[in-house]
């Protein structure tokens, strides 16, 4: 047994013991021990290949192995936990029977009591952790509140400092997720990243004060130099201050039929279309990181005027594009659940717009508008036909003969047609023979009907012929008299 400063290695086995008190209450079964510093390892009975190197380094450690203490009062109430290390004054002090902790620096996982697998390295850093487990802890003050949350890594000075009960949280970076507390399940990479969020889960922001914004978010995802993202389940890449996003392909919207419900043909096209107002503008950027606090940004010199050259190139861009909320309104007017309006939150968030969103409008304004293209070239047909009936009644009666008894056929109704349509004609008594030719575009002629004498009818019926333009021509005693054009529509799927 070593008094005062004496060395001694006594017959217990590969036990060393400098200091008064060290190794005092050790036992035969107690083996490869040492012991140097005032009541290092000073209560140990039976526990096996412990170091304790300081005052009080591991002075309660009874039964405990594979423990190595440096530094004064270093795993002080240590009992029966097992393969710790701590390097440090005060470094795991107060732990009890946690195991596979791991300390560097003075005051490291000092109230730590069976938290379990911790490694903490800098002043501070997991100061205040009592039984969590599984977290790592680099930089001073580093997970300095964390008391019984579970697999946090916190890399950076005061990284996850703050962080209290929070688990699954990983920082990297000076004051990365400095404020969060019982938020879980974040990912925060970069000096002062999320620097802001206090509760949340499942948030992400990569790139220096890239931010949540304050309230309890979760999903949200902030990519790149202070950007920012202010509601749930959102993603935001870059800052006011970019001015591209690209790259070689165009971005992937998922529009698998087999995993949509509820589908129906209820957008409105030209009556939305014709609603909105298509303007240029440019954005007011300064006053956008004003709103989004950009005074948390570096103080550096060269960094503030780096910012302020790039932020006053953004705002000299022209934009073309509509106003959000005049495009909500819009919709609303006609009762339109359009989803290309990104509406905000909070009262005071942001509003978006989603450009893509817009292509399925304007598709279907397309479409009307064709549709009344067609009605409309069907009635200028028709009325054509009508004025040259009456250029040829006319010229026929200024030749002599009898208006009423000329020859004619109308334009086919309706036209263009998918099922059936009617061409009405009219031949006059004195007529031998009369016949009315359908061609294609080609001139071969397709059928061929007889027409009777007075005002009568012929049917094209669907099936007939296959979709295209075609000529039908009336012929009166081997002559050629009239002729139109009609159009046979495909069949709609």
């Not at 749930?232 to 087999?258: A, C, L, M, Y």
């Not at 399925?360 to 047909?381: F, H, R, W």
């Not at 007889?450 to 005693?477: C, D, H, M, P």
Request: charged share 15%.
């Amino acid at each position: 047994m070593a008094i005062g400063f004496a060395f001694e290695s006594n017959a217990q086995i590969g036990v060393t013991k400098f200091g008064t008190n060290a190794l005092a209450s050790n036992s035969a079964s107690g083996e490869y021990n040492t012991g140097l510093g005032y009541y290092a390892l000073g209560a140990n009975t039976s526990g096996n290949r412990n170091t304790g190197s300081g005052a009080n380094a591991l002075r309660f450690n009874t039964t405990g192995i594979y423990n190595t203490a440096t530094g004064a009062a270093a795993l002080y109430q240590n009992t029966t936990g097992n393969y710790n290390s701590a390097f440090g004054a005060y470094a795991l002090f107060t732990n009890t029977t946690g195991s596979y902790n791991t300390a560097f620096g003075n005051e490291t996982l000092r109230l730590n009591t069976t938290g379990s697998s911790n490694t903490a390295t800098g002043y501070y850093s997991l100061s205040k952790n009592t039984t969590g487990t599984n977290n790592t802890a680099n930089g001073l003050r580093s997970l300095y509140y964390n008391t019984t949350g579970n697999s946090n890594t916190a890399s950076g000075f005061n990284s996850l400092g703050g962080n209290s009960t929070g688990a699954n949280n990983t920082a990297m970076g000076q004051t990365a997720l400095s404020r969060n507390g019982s938020g879980s399940d974040n990912t925060s990479i970069g000096s002062r990243a999320m620097y802001k969020k206090e509760t949340g889960s499942r948030n992400t922001a990569l790139g220096s004060t890239a931010d949540v914004w304050t309230g309890n978010l979760t999903n949200a995802t902030a990519i790149g130099y202070s950007a920012v993202v202010s509601g749930s389940n959102r993603v935001r890449i870059g800052n006011v201050n970019v001015t591209s996003i690209g790259g070689q392909v165009g971005w992937t919207t998922f529009s698998d039929g087999r995993y949509k419900k509820d589908i129906q043909e209820s957008v409105p096209g030209l009556a939305f279309i014709n609603s909105l107002r298509p303007v240029t503008y440019t954005v007011n950027v300064k006053g956008l990181n004003e709103y989004y606090e950009k005074a948390t940004r570096s103080a550096d010199k060269a960094v503030k005027a780096e910012t302020d050259k790039s932020e006053g190139a953004a705002a000299k861009i022209v934009y073309n594009g509509f106003v959000a909320q005049e495009v909500e309104l819009a919709a609303k007017k006609l009762d339109f659940q359009f989803s290309g309006v990104d509406v905000p939150e909070t009262k005071d968030g942001l509003y978006g717009l989603r450009y893509d969103n817009f292509i399925s409008p304007m598709v279907k304004a397309m479409q009307e508008l064709s549709e009344e293209n067609g009605k409309k070239d069907s009635l200028i047909n028709d009325l054509q036909s009508q004025i040259n009936d009456l250029k040829a009644l006319i010229t026929r009666s200024g030749s002599g003969g009898s208006v009423f008894s000329t020859a004619y056929i109308k334009q086919n109704a309706p036209n263009p047609f998918r099922g059936n349509t009617v061409i009405s004609y009219y031949i006059p008594d004195d007529a031998r023979n009369a016949q009315i030719r359908i061609t294609d575009v080609n001139g071969r002629v397709i059928k061929t009907f007889n027409a009777t004498k007075g005002e009568g009818q012929i049917v094209i019926r669907s099936g007939e012929l296959s979709a295209g333009t075609y000529s039908y021509t009336l012929f009166v005693n081997n002559k050629r008299v009239d002729n139109k054009q009609m159009v046979l529509l495909g069949n709609s799927k």
